[in-house]
């Protein structure tokens, strides 16, 4: 259940107490790096505070050595619905940088507005880019205009967060974040743009190999579980047809399922789309209706601890989401 903003407001008072108790443990207030331990508070580094896995990777990748880079949201938790803890806002009123994407995070404004740290540097990744409006589900019918722009009532916000599952846009978020860590750190300028340029290359050679795998791949519409992939359709010319919209709790209703169904059926679509972090039961049961068999297609909303013990991050599980559509749009 979410929490009110009375209740945060009670959580921040209590993590302005423990502040002033000397409360200086990081690895109390915070899931550390997804992938190794954490570090010690006492580190002179620049303490870099993220919300969920994108911008722990980002951040991690532009930082470097320079910075104790944290993630507030632990592995194999989906993000939409996720509150913060009195902990958790206490390490954001003593971050140096803290980055969040934006709308995923709609806690965010308001801890931000009381948890006050006047030298603290805050980053809205998604302000770099012009972002999708999203179609309310009773005027998004699967046999309809459902292309890009298909998404569904996001909280008080009918704007689509997912811009880091398209690499170009993924860039413009890196290259946000590079700007908060040098003017909170100018010392390293330097330093920052180096990362930045090299992990940018990598991001520019993967919006490639989407160009050029997809650019001739014979069908051009998927169906997803949920409505997260409207940027990376959009990009490379494909049409996203989402179950359910863009936040993946959301039950479709009767007369969706139904639509969605009819559409599998007129198109010959052999496999529907379903994601780590929700369950896959409603896209199982499209597929098992429709005969299709059911792929993962990954929103990289967070890692489950069997893709962390793999060691994969955000190009390996892109490429991967690449592989499978490929795949899926040959059939």
């Known amino acids: 259940m979410k929490k009110t903003w009375l209740q945060i407001s009670l959580l921040l008072s209590a993590s302005t107490a423990l502040l002033l108790a000397g409360c200086t443990s990081r690895e109390a207030s915070l899931n550390p790096d997804p992938?190794?331990?954490?570090?010690?508070?006492?580190?002179?580094?620049?303490?870099?505070?993220?919300?969920?896995?994108?911008?722990?990777?980002?951040?991690?990748?532009?930082?470097?050595?320079?910075?104790?880079?944290?993630?507030?949201?632990p592995p194999g938790v989906e993000p939409h619905d996720w509150e913060p803890t009195a902990k958790d806002i206490a390490a954001v009123k003593e971050a140096d940088v803290f980055v969040y994407n934006g709308i995923v995070e709609g806690w965010a404004p308001k801890v931000l507005e009381s948890a006050v740290n006047s030298k603290r540097i805050v980053v809205e990744a998604s302000q770099a880019v012009t972002l999708m409006e999203g179609t309310p589900e009773d005027e998004d019918e699967a046999d309809g205009g459902h292309g890009s722009?298909?998404?569904?009532?996001h909280g008080e916000s009918a704007l689509d967060?997912?811009?880091?599952?398209?690499?170009?846009?993924?860039?413009?978020?890196?290259?946000?974040?590079?700007?908060?860590?040098?003017?909170?750190d100018p010392a390293h300028k330097d330093t920052y743009q180096r990362n930045a340029d090299a992990y940018i290359k990598k991001l520019q050679q993967l919006d490639d190999n989407f160009q050029t795998k997809l650019k001739a791949v014979k069908r051009k519409d998927f169906i997803t579980q949920?409505?997260?992939?409207?940027?990376m359709a959009q990009a490379y010319g494909l049409t996203q047809v989402p179950i359910a919209g863009l936040s993946?709790?959301?039950?479709?209703?009767?007369?969706?399922?139904?639509?969605?169904?009819?559409?599998?059926?007129?198109?010959?679509?052999?496999t529907i789309f379903f994601e780590t972090l929700a369950?896959?039961?409603?896209?199982?049961?499209?597929?098992?209706?429709?005969?299709?068999?059911?792929?993962?297609?990954?929103?990289?909303?967070?890692?489950?601890?069997?893709?962390?013990?793999?060691g994969l991050d955000y190009i390996t599980i892109m490429t991967k989401n690449l592989e499978g559509l490929e795949k899926a749009l040959n059939e």
């Open 35 to 73: 992938g190794s331990t954490g570090t010690s508070n006492t580190s002179s580094k620049l303490k870099v505070v993220t919300t969920f896995y994108p911008m722990y990777e980002f951040s991690k990748q532009v930082a470097g050595d320079l910075a104790d880079v944290t993630a507030l949201i």
């Open 149 to 153: 722009e298909a998404g569904h009532d």
């Open 161 to 184: 967060p997912h811009v880091w599952l398209a690499p170009a846009l993924a860039q413009k978020e890196v290259a946000a974040i590079q700007q908060a860590f040098e003017q909170a």
């Open 226 to 231: 949920h409505s997260a992939f409207a940027y």
């Open 248 to 270: 993946p709790e959301e039950e479709p209703s009767p007369e969706k399922m139904v639509g969605i169904v009819g559409f599998a059926q007129a198109h010959n679509v052999q």
């Open 279 to 310: 369950d896959p039961k409603i896209a199982a049961t499209i597929a098992k209706e429709v005969g299709a068999k059911t792929a993962v297609l990954n929103p990289l909303e967070g890692l489950t601890e069997e893709e962390k013990a793999q």
